[in-house]
């Protein structure tokens, strides 16, 4: 029987523990997903990397407008990276040879584009296919990697398996080369509506909840949806950006960086937690609030969801999943209504909220206004939740210490499937 089963006699999230967390489980160890999650991550590195580089490449001008054509050109060089780490990633995974799939998804991907784009000079060229190459990398790797493992699987000498899985990669990208099919301008016709519908408050609710559910299962949510999420708020964040070098209002409010202001401290909002535990009767509880601020100030908030623990533990779900649907509420509303100027420049997420808010939204001060307004909610909404905990604790540590057990039985899984996927 699991802890919190033991402690709440089943209800709501018992029935999801036992039938559908299981089944989101396998979803996110399923090979395709976590090759593309690592891609994904290893792409960004790329874009920041690349983006500094850019910035003193450029020629002389206004610092602001430097900035902001650079980052333009790296969501392509983004693209680019991830045409390329993707196949690598899905060779790992399936044992196919590595320098093939990346050779021909690389290839695949610079034929998916059109030959006057192609033969643009780097920068014209990065510049054009900027954030809308994600899609079209994803797509390209997804679909060329599958060729090569299906070949594999079926040819068991690897130099037939390679011709086999070029030969197919060529007449399918070469064809709709020769044909003069734009996928890319396809995608685009795709992902526009996307960003249109991702650019409402309904839609963010949606992916608040779905990313704060999967953690509450011990399952990274926001990587867990990065495949969908990425492109469609990266999207949105490179036109922000256009916008404000063009002299023009920013077009969204839904972006990648919408979530500093809805999840300080890590998903679920958790930064008022780690505070309050530094005052707990509980030593357990008050080492980990010691051991968790740190790291909950730069975002980093996996001690307090395997620690705490916030994963299966009925009476800390709520709050982390509810404070951050308020939050998102909050912020939606107070950044459409111009109280508060939109996110435009993309941060790593491990840069502490308090500097992120003020950075993304080109130092708009009412941003760390608001953050402190979130703050405040989210404390509101936490601490309630926790003073039950910790009683709880206080009169049945046998209950705590299945809780733990729980907590560390997910993520000892979660480390064993990530010890086993092939490495760099």
Not at 29 to 48: C, K, L, N, S, T
Not at 142 to 152: C, P, Q, Y
Not at 250 to 255: L, N, Q, S
Not at 331 to 339: D, E, F, H, K, P
Request: charged letters at 15%.
């Amino acid at each position: 029987m699991s802890a919190h089963s033991a402690g709440s006699g089943g209800g709501p999230v018992a029935a999801l523990e036992q039938r559908f967390f299981p089944i989101l489980r396998r979803w996110a160890d399923e090979p395709h997903m976590a090759a593309v999650r690592d891609a994904v991550q290893i792409a960004f590195y790329a874009f920041g990397a690349s983006t500094v580089i850019a910035f003193f490449l450029l020629p002389p001008g206004p610092l602001l407008d430097r900035f902001f054509a650079a980052y333009h050109i790296c969501f392509g060089f983004m693209g680019l990276a991830l045409a390329v780490v993707l196949p690598d990633r899905l060779a790992r995974q399936f044992g196919v040879n590595r320098l093939a799939a990346v050779g021909v998804g690389l290839i695949a991907f610079l034929l998916s584009l059109p030959a006057n784009v192609r033969r643009l000079p780097l920068e014209e060229f990065l510049a054009h296919i900027s954030a809308t190459s994600l899609f079209l990398a994803l797509l390209v790797g997804l679909v060329s990697g599958e060729i090569l493992r299906r070949a594999a699987r079926r040819l068991p000498d690897e130099r037939s398996a390679i011709a086999a899985g070029v030969a197919v990669n060529a007449l399918l990208f070469g064809g709709l080369a020769l044909a003069h099919v734009d996928l890319g301008a396809g995608l685009v016709r795709i992902v526009q509506p996307l960003v249109s519908v991702g650019d409402t408050l309904p839609a963010l609710l949606i992916v608040v909840f779905l990313q704060t559910l999967l953690w509450a299962a011990g399952i990274h949510g926001p990587a867990f949806l990065a495949p969908i999420t990425t492109p469609v708020y990266l999207r949105s964040l490179d036109e922000n950006a256009q916008a404000i070098l063009h002299h023009q209002p920013p077009p969204h409010v839904v972006t990648m960086m919408i979530f500093t202001f809805i999840y300080p401290g890590g998903s679920g909002a958790t930064l008022p937690v780690a505070a309050v535990l530094l005052r707990a009767r509980v030593a357990r509880l008050r080492r980990l609030g010691y051991a968790s601020l740190v790291p909950s100030l730069c975002n980093i908030n996996e001690p307090l969801i395997f620690g705490l623990p916030i994963a299966m533990n009925p009476g800390l779900v709520i709050p982390f999943i509810g404070a951050p649907l308020v939050l998102a509420v909050v912020t939606y509303l107070t950044q459409s209504y111009g109280l508060v100027s939109p996110t435009s420049v993309w941060l790593p997420s491990a840069i502490p909220a308090v500097i992120a808010a003020w950075l993304t939204t080109k130092g708009d001060w009412r941003a760390l206004v608001l953050l402190a307004v979130n703050l405040a909610i989210a404390a509101a909404i936490w601490v309630p939740f926790y003073a039950a905990f910790e009683r709880t604790v206080e009169r049945r540590p046998d209950t705590d210490a299945q809780l733990v057990q729980t907590a560390e039985a997910i993520r000892e899984q979660e480390r064993r499937v990530h010890l086993a996927t092939p490495g760099p």
